[in-house]
């Protein structure tokens, strides 16, 4: 059971170059959600979505786009990555009672 | 006023020890509440929820205190394995969860 996977682990950028971070989840969860981590600055929430086809903002969601075409799969799009941009990236799916499971994270560093 | 504010510590205890820190919420429409523990360079996995006044779990006790507005998380004989940042979250918003910043616990040798 893999639970919420996410791609790559690590990646490297130069700005202006654009990408997408990968997640996928198997525990048929309808709540998907991104999240940034900067030292100091604990959790924030990029994008979220309910279900497949509605996708919402979060907290910080400048530079960043989503789409949810399937239950199964939340992609986080960096169309022009700035240095700003360097975090690492939790994806996460909400189950029963607000109980969120993370994905293992993906470091971004942009030059 | 932050919606989560936690204590960044660091906190040093040695091994034995107890160790407890608070976490202040500013939505009092939250209804549950949640720590999570996050070790270094790796993902939060949740330790423990609270619905009610407060939740016990082996060594770890969580606390609510609604009319104040904060939420404990009390470390009874630390071990080296708690070593770690411990988020606190207050479902203010279901479709928007809120971390603090989080606490950091060193347990020494």
């Known amino acids: 059971n893999a639970g919420v996977t996410q791609t790559p682990k690590f990646q490297v950028l130069k700005t202006g170059q654009s990408m997408t971070l990968q997640c996928a989840q198997d525990?048929?969860?309808?709540?998907m959600s991104w999240y940034r981590q900067d030292p100091g600055m604990g959790l924030r929430l990029i994008h979220y979505?309910?279900?497949?086809?509605?996708?919402d903002q979060g907290e910080v969601p400048n530079g960043y786009n989503v789409s949810r075409s399937t239950t199964e799969d939340f992609p986080l799009r960096l169309l022009s990555a700035a240095p700003s941009q360097t975090s690492v990236y939790f994806c996460?799916?909400?189950?029963?009672?607000?109980?969120?499971?993370f994905g293992a994270g993906s470091r971004l560093t942009v030059l | 006023r932050k919606e989560v504010e936690q204590d960044p510590g660091p906190f040093n205890v040695p091994e034995g020890a107890t160790v407890a820190f608070n976490c202040t919420y500013s939505?009092?429409?939250?209804?549950?509440f949640f720590w999570y523990r996050q070790d270094c360079r790796k993902e939060p996995k949740l330790l423990m929820s609270?619905?009610?006044s407060g939740n016990e779990d082996g060594r770890f006790t969580a606390q609510l205190n609604r009319a104040s507005q904060y939420i404990s998380l009390l470390i009874r004989d630390s071990k080296l394995s708690d070593s770690a940042t411990y988020l606190c979250?207050?479902?203010?918003?279901?479709?928007?969860?809120?971390f603090g910043s989080g606490t950091q616990l060193t347990v020494l040798p």
């Open positions: 609270v619905y009610s």
């Open positions: 979505s309910v279900g497949a086809g509605i996708t």
């Open positions: 939505n009092s429409a939250s209804q549950s």
């Open positions: 979250v207050p479902s203010g918003s279901a479709r928007q969860l809120t």
């Open positions: 525990m048929n969860h309808e709540y």
């Open positions: 996460a799916t909400r189950g029963g009672a607000n109980v969120l499971t």
